[in-house]
C-alpha cells in the first residue's frame, strides 16, 4: 500500500512537470516571462538592477494580508523608488484558484494600488517551475550581476494576521540593502510560506 502511495505521488509530481530551483550565489533562471502588457522579458534584460519576484494569488489569505494592509504596496513603492524592478508573477493554470487574466489582473492592481513595475502572466508555469516557487507570496532577490540573492519567503511572519507585520523582518527588503552596502546578504534562503502555487 505505501508504495502505491508513494508512486502516486511521484506520477502527480511528473505530471506538474520537473522543478528547477533558483539557488542564492547562482544565476538567475533564463525562462522568458510576458507581462499583461504583451512585452516579453527575461530576468537578463534587467541586468544592472536589482530585481524582485514575488509570486501571487489574489485569493491566498496569505497574499490578503500583505496586500489588504498595504503593506506589499509600500514595500513595492519604496524599492521601485529605488530602482529596483519588481515583477509579481501568477503562475496559476486557467481553471486553478487564483488565476487571471490579464485585463482582469491590470484591473484588480488598479484597485489594490500596486507598485510593482510588471505583472507577469504565467499561465503554463514555465517561470513559476524555473525558479522553484512554490507558494504566494514565495520571493526571489536577483543583484545587478544576474545572480540569486535571496530565495523564501517574505519575512519572518508565517501567519495570516496583519497584527504580526509590525517589527517583521522582511527578507526582500534585508537583503537588497545588504547586498547595496557591500556585505554578504545574511539570511540567503528561508523556507517559503503561503498557498501552494496552483499549477
Given at each position: 500500500?505505501?508504495?502505491?502511495?508513494?508512486?502516486?505521488?511521484?506520477?502527480?509530481?511528473?505530471?506538474?512537470?520537473?522543478?528547477a530551483?533558483a539557488?542564492?550565489?547562482?544565476?538567475a533562471?533564463?525562462?522568458?516571462?510576458?507581462?499583461?502588457?504583451?512585452?516579453?522579458?527575461?530576468v537578463a534584460?534587467?541586468?544592472?538592477?536589482?530585481?524582485?519576484?514575488?509570486w501571487?494569488?489574489p485569493?491566498c489569505?496569505?497574499?490578503?494580508?500583505?496586500?489588504g494592509?498595504?503593506?506589499?504596496q509600500k514595500l513595492?513603492?519604496?524599492l521601485?523608488?529605488?530602482?529596483?524592478?519588481?515583477?509579481?508573477v501568477?503562475?496559476?493554470a486557467?481553471?486553478?484558484?487564483g488565476h487571471?487574466?490579464?485585463?482582469?489582473w491590470?484591473?484588480?492592481?488598479?484597485?489594490?494600488?500596486?507598485?510593482?513595475?510588471?505583472?507577469?502572466?504565467d499561465?503554463?508555469?514555465?517561470v513559476?517551475?524555473?525558479?522553484?516557487?512554490?507558494t504566494?507570496?514565495?520571493?526571489?532577490?536577483?543583484g545587478?550581476d544576474g545572480?540569486?540573492?535571496?530565495?523564501?519567503?517574505?519575512?519572518?511572519?508565517?501567519?495570516?494576521?496583519?497584527?504580526?507585520?509590525?517589527g517583521?523582518?522582511?527578507?526582500?527588503?534585508?537583503?537588497?540593502?545588504?547586498?547595496?552596502?557591500?556585505?554578504?546578504?545574511?539570511?540567503?534562503?528561508t523556507?517559503?510560506?503561503?498557498?501552494?502555487?496552483?499549477?
Amino acid at each position: 500500500m505505501k508504495k502505491l502511495i508513494v508512486l502516486s505521488a511521484l506520477a502527480a509530481f511528473a505530471a506538474q512537470g520537473a522543478f528547477a530551483e533558483a539557488v542564492p550565489g547562482q544565476d538567475a533562471p533564463a525562462a522568458t516571462f510576458t507581462c499583461t502588457g504583451g512585452k516579453s522579458h527575461a530576468v537578463a534584460d534587467f541586468k544592472g538592477k536589482y530585481v524582485v519576484l514575488e509570486w501571487t494569488n489574489p485569493g491566498c489569505p496569505f497574499v490578503k494580508k500583505h496586500y489588504g494592509s498595504g503593506n506589499m504596496q509600500k514595500l513595492q513603492k519604496e524599492l521601485t523608488g529605488q530602482g529596483v524592478v519588481w515583477l509579481t508573477v501568477n503562475s496559476a493554470a486557467p481553471g486553478k484558484a487564483g488565476h487571471m487574466t490579464a485585463a482582469k489582473w491590470d484591473v484588480l492592481a488598479k484597485e489594490q494600488g500596486s507598485a510593482a513595475s510588471a505583472r507577469v502572466v504565467d499561465e503554463s508555469g514555465e517561470v513559476g517551475r524555473a525558479f522553484g516557487a512554490k507558494t504566494t507570496p514565495h520571493s526571489f532577490v536577483v543583484g545587478p550581476d544576474g545572480k540569486v540573492l535571496y530565495t523564501g519567503a517574505l519575512d519572518d511572519k508565517p501567519t495570516t494576521d496583519v497584527a504580526d507585520l509590525a517589527g517583521a523582518v522582511n527578507y526582500v527588503k534585508q537583503a537588497i540593502e545588504e547586498s547595496k552596502a557591500g556585505r554578504p546578504v545574511s539570511t540567503p534562503r528561508t523556507p517559503p510560506y503561503g498557498c501552494g502555487v496552483k499549477y
